[in-house]
């Protein structure tokens, strides 16, 4: 026999007619506990009205719209093969002929290697060529970039001093801009103070 009320896991059980083990206890319970016979009554009309609704189908579509809105992940090897199946073509020929391609490409690649690795000189002289042309870029668009904003004067100092005069100019124009953002500030400062007074 049961001291307590029922829980609600426990009127459903009776609700549902189970059997088992567990069952007898609170069957017993509901004989001397008229409040727990009241839930269970309840339980059981509300359980009635639910059988009597109309049973509807969802739509055809209705699983497609539901997953249509959920965010499902898709781990990375996933969406590598499935993002690679879409390049494979279907038809056994031209199936053929994508791995045709793929082995003449893999093959030019490995003489490519092969020639560069047994010929570091070239390779060393290609990249050399390739930093002193970025270089000799980025040395034109910073002369540009300082020619427009400074003027011929401040280019001409750059030149003759180079890369010191390049940092002591940049240092002075810092300088320069802190102490007109400074300046300005307190402006602001003393404005809004004298309107806050007044």
Not at 62 to 84: L, S
Not at 94 to 113: D, E, P
């Amino acid at each position: 026999m049961i001291d307590r009320h029922l829980l609600p896991n426990e009127i459903d059980l009776i609700v549902d007619g189970d059997v088992g083990f567990g069952v007898a206890p609170l069957r017993a319970h509901l004989r001397s506990c008229g409040e727990c016979r009241n839930r269970v009554e309840e339980a059981r009309e509300i359980v009635a009205a639910l059988e009597e609704l109309p049973h509807l189908a969802p739509s055809s579509l209705f699983a497609d719209r539901v997953m249509g809105q959920v965010q499902v992940f898709e781990p990375w090897h996933v969406a590598a093969r499935n993002t690679a199946r879409r390049f494979v073509p279907r038809s056994v020929p031209a199936r053929v002929a994508v791995a045709l391609g793929g082995v003449a490409a893999t093959f030019m690649l490995g003489v490519i290697s092969i020639f560069a690795a047994t010929r570091l000189d070239l390779v060393a002289l290609a990249t050399s060529a390739a930093v002193t042309r970025a270089r000799g870029l980025v040395a034109t668009v910073v002369e540009a970039i300082v020619g427009a904003t400074l003027g011929p004067t401040a280019l001409d100092f750059i030149r003759a001093t180079g890369a010191i005069g390049l940092a002591t100019s940049l240092l002075f124009l810092l300088v320069i801009a802190t102490i007109a953002v400074l300046g300005v500030r307190r402006l602001a400062l003393a404005s809004s103070r004298r309107s806050g007074g007044s």
